[in-house]
RNA sequence: UCCAGAGUAGCUCAGUGGUAGAGCGGUCGGCUGUUAACCGAUUGGUCGUAGGUUCGAAUCCUACCUCUGGAGCCA
């Protein structure tokens, strides 16, 4: 029965018999003897495995390249060398799969952008096997977070019939035969004909299914994939990428803004408690100031600031800004940066936006101007939560759809929250790629995604 | 999609009009309880693609492709 390279490291007693297996990282021969190291993703550090001359197959061992597949017996000692605490004198190697000499795994460092081409092998180095062992853990970390706290996991629709929110172009679902599709009588694709009788795509966000359900089982949350079919070609944005949206009945803006604040801080802390080795790999090769900065994060209170106030203060920082600060505008990249970078120092809560800039579903504010909405911001990522108090007023609703020129049958179901029952509501989409990155330092989502998904790029 | 930069050996790069290079890797040999070992030898190329200018193009021009950084859209 073979355990793993991580139980084989974390022994506090020598073994006389244990089987391990794994890919070799390295092999290095001494006089009458080789050593192999040897990794099997269960963590960060190698075995190493001495292969002494005396093995029956002792002339196969020394032809073994990296990448190749073995599984050693033996006996775990303390290490003679300097460098590791235990080495597995190997009885026995099967070697189970070679690699031959196009293997392009090196020793050596390799950029992240010549791993990418490699999807299918980057989880084999250092980096990449660290950055998908935090991914899951990030990822475990988000269902303790709610379950902790009474949340109920939905599992909203992927395949969806709305284009609610209107925001971002959808991936359109169809079995249509795309060169002979059927027409009405006008000509156009007949949309009934297809297999839901409409048309589908797939789901920029389930925050409207999740409403629905947080207005019966109270706080609710979603962490599924989510599409998005804009021709974004960033760091930051990717057409298939993750998303928690947690959504609170009974719950204000501040509710919203409190949760948000307390999930991030929460998510860090539980990889800096669970992830140390892989942290100190970023810190060292990816992101220098990563250990301080998530320490900054989890121990001070996060800046909030409304909208109107984050402008005055944009004005008056001397700063020269490309691009214009004026109530009513976006705030673009390099003010959310000054205000995270280089005014607070710190993640910023900015809430209360203009109205007209913002989607039909947030709540208008008593002053007929502004809407509860929220965006928390992160040095060095910008925008890592969108969120907003709900508008549960049917009446103002109907009026921004209408304002919003959309066609209210279509959100017959949606209004149906308001007229049943209604309760003020909150909630926000987080952004899993964004905040792994966060906790990470890699800066480019690409390199946080298994085999990522962008414009003119769906490989593997 | 827009702006900028880059594509030369498996990798990282030098070469800016006149014979295609280095380090690393790989391979072979030597040495050695080694640690991104060390020493020697060796291997390795459609210079992104297609045109053009020129006696001559990796180098200059045009188009396209790909990648990177920034912007917009956002998570």
Redo the contacts with the bound molecule.
């Keep these: 029965m073979a355990i793993s390279v991580k139980d084989a490291l974390s022994k506090t007693a020598p073994v006389p018999s244990v089987a391990v297996q794994g890919w070799v990282r390295?092999r290095?021969?001494?006089?009458d003897?080789s050593?192999i190291e040897l990794n099997d993703g269960s963590s960060l550090g190698n075995l190493?495995i001495?292969a002494r001359d005396s093995l029956e197959n002792y002339a196969d061992v020394q032809?073994l390249?990296?990448g190749s597949s073995v599984r050693v017996e033996g006996e775990l000692v303390a290490?003679?060398?300097?460098?590791?605490q235990w080495?597995l004198?190997a009885r026995k190697i099967d070697i189970v799969g070679r690699a031959d000499?196009?293997y392009?795994l090196?020793?050596?460092?390799?950029?992240p952008?010549?791993l990418?081409e490699i999807a299918h092998l980057r989880p084999r180095s250092n980096l990449f096997g660290s950055v998908f062992r935090v991914r899951s853990r990030l990822a475990f970390a988000i269902h303790q977070f709610f379950q902790e706290r009474g949340f109920v996991y939905v599992h909203t629709p992927i395949i969806t019939g709305s284009d609610c929110e209107g925001?971002?172009e959808l991936f359109r679902v169809t079995t249509l035969d795309l060169k002979n599709p059927p027409k009405t009588k006008e000509g156009l694709v007949d949309q009934t004909k297809d297999f839901f009788a409409r048309s589908t795509y797939l789901t920029v966000?389930g925050q409207l299914e999740a409403e629905a359900f947080a207005c019966a089982l109270s706080k609710v949350y979603t962490f599924g994939p989510t599409f998005?079919a804009?021709?974004?070609?960033?760091?930051?944005?990717?057409?298939e990428?993750w998303?928690i949206e947690p959504e609170m009945a009974f719950t204000d803006l501040n509710g919203d803004m409190d949760l948000a604040e307390q999930l991030v801080k929460y998510l860090v802390y539980a990889i800096q408690s669970n992830s140390e080795e892989e942290l100190q790999l970023f810190a060292k090769f990816v992101d220098k100031d990563l250990i301080s900065r998530l320490d900054f994060v989890v121990e001070r209170p996060f800046q909030r600031i409304t909208y109107t106030d984050a402008v005055d203060l944009l004005k008056k920082s001397g700063e020269k800004f490309e691009?214009p600060v004026e109530y009513g505008l976006?705030l673009?990249?390099?003010h959310?940066?000054w205000l995270t970078e280089k005014h607070f120092k710190s993640p910023v809560t900015v809430f209360n936006y203009p109205k007209e800039i913002k989607p039909f579903y947030m709540r208008t504010n008593d002053d007929g101007k502004t809407v509860t909405a929220m965006?928390l911001l992160v040095p060095g990522i910008?925008?890592?939560?969108?969120g907003s108090q709900r508008e549960e007023r049917l009446d103002v609703l109907e009026k921004n759809l209408r304002d919003h020129k959309m066609d209210l049958a279509d959100y017959k179901w949606y209004l149906d929250l308001r007229r049943y029952g209604t309760v003020p509501h909150s909630g926000f989409?987080?952004?899993f790629?964004?905040m792994l990155m966060f906790v990470t330092g890699v800066?480019?989502?690409?390199d946080v995604i298994p085999f990522a998904r962008t414009?003119?790029?769906a490989e593997f």
């Excluded at 290490?79 to 590791?84: F, L, Y």
């Excluded at 804009?230 to 057409?239: D, G, K, L, V, Y």
Aim: hydrophobic fraction near 20%; aromatic fraction near 6%; charged fraction near 30%.
């Design positions: 390295t290095r021969d001494s006089k003897f050593f190493q001495i032809r390249t990296t290490s003679q060398g300097k460098g590791q080495e004198v000499d196009s392009p090196q020793k050596k460092g390799h950029t952008e010549f990418r925001a971002g966000s998005r804009e021709n974004s070609n960033t760091s930051r944005h990717a057409s990428f998303m691009f976006n673009q990249s390099e959310e940066r965006d910008g925008e890592i939560v969108g989409g987080l952004g790629e964004r800066s480019n989502i690409r414009p003119g790029s």
